[in-house]
């Protein structure tokens, strides 16, 4: 199997280099195409066996089953209009991470004359923990079969962690995992500076921060329950999490990252 990655910028290069790791492509089925020869070095840096190209990618998407854009979303219609004669919509997948070009933006933008099958596209939204194959990934799909989504899913099941959604929740995917990271990152920054005052270097609060996050998040995962089940654990009656909690509670903690999620899916 063989994939094509037209923009290696921080998402395009990330998942070229997580792939490298996996066991569905080997490195030399990987193409990334970009003209910036810099973003190509540091790909090639990593693997050399990675095919780069910086020539538009019209060559470099014949033979692969895969075509992947990860350009901005402004440059799509760009990047299409560039390969789409060179796309056998018979036996090729096409994948965006472009955020907000929805099916139809894609439909239009692959359309050829009479006569050609509708293209399979999928819509993804990762996060930036994919460069450390660590990813919430988001997956979307028009006019694919089951064995295809399958197919896609696996790839980035191995880049993190991916699941099929409808279209209509993009967005609040966008908001609740990519955006998402900014917002843990920001309570953490806080907690960071919190134990500071406490008397903790910062490098310190950091990596206490950092591991009692990844800690709740494994555990979490690993019980497989609800936040508020795992909080009543550490809760006790006249304890120290019950004064901080409420502490915060009463400063608008909850309902400011509510808040915080919905406006940015908006």
């Not at 190509?40 to 840096?45: A, F, V």
């Amino acid at each position: 199997m063989k994939i094509t990655i037209i923009g290696g910028g921080n998402m395009g290069g990330s998942i070229a280099k997580g792939l490298t790791l996996g066991s569905i492509f080997k490195a030399d089925d990987i193409c990334v195409v970009d003209t910036n020869n810099a973003v190509l070095e540091s790909i090639t840096k990593f693997n050399k066996k990675i095919n780069t190209s910086n020539n538009g990618g019209t060559e470099a998407v014949k033979n692969a089953d895969i075509i992947l854009i990860a350009v901005k979303p402004w440059l799509v219609n760009a990047v299409i209009n560039s390969i789409k004669e060179s796309l056998n919509y018979e036996k090729q997948l096409i994948v965006s991470i472009a955020a907000g070009v929805t099916f139809e933006d894609l439909k239009k933008a692959l359309a050829k004359t009479e006569g050609y099958a509708a293209p399979v596209i999928f819509r993804l939204m990762p996060n930036i923990a994919i460069s450390i194959r660590q990813s919430m990934t988001f997956v979307a799909s028009n006019n694919a079969k089951e064995e295809q989504t399958k197919l896609i899913l696996d790839i980035f099941n191995e880049l993190g962690e991916a699941i099929p959604i409808d279209e209509s929740l993009m967005s609040a995917a966008t908001a609740l995992s990519s955006s998402g990271l900014g917002f843990a990152f920001r309570y953490m920054r806080a907690s960071v500076e919190a134990g500071v005052e406490l008397g903790f270097f910062a490098k310190q609060a950091t990596a206490i921060v950092a591991q009692t996050v990844k800690g709740a998040a494994m555990l979490l995962q690993a019980q497989d329950t609800h936040p508020e089940i795992e909080v009543d654990k550490v809760t006790t009656p006249g304890g120290t999490t019950i004064a901080g909690l409420n502490e915060m509670e009463a400063n608008g903690f909850s309902n400011a990252v509510i808040k915080g999620i919905k406006a940015a899916k908006k």
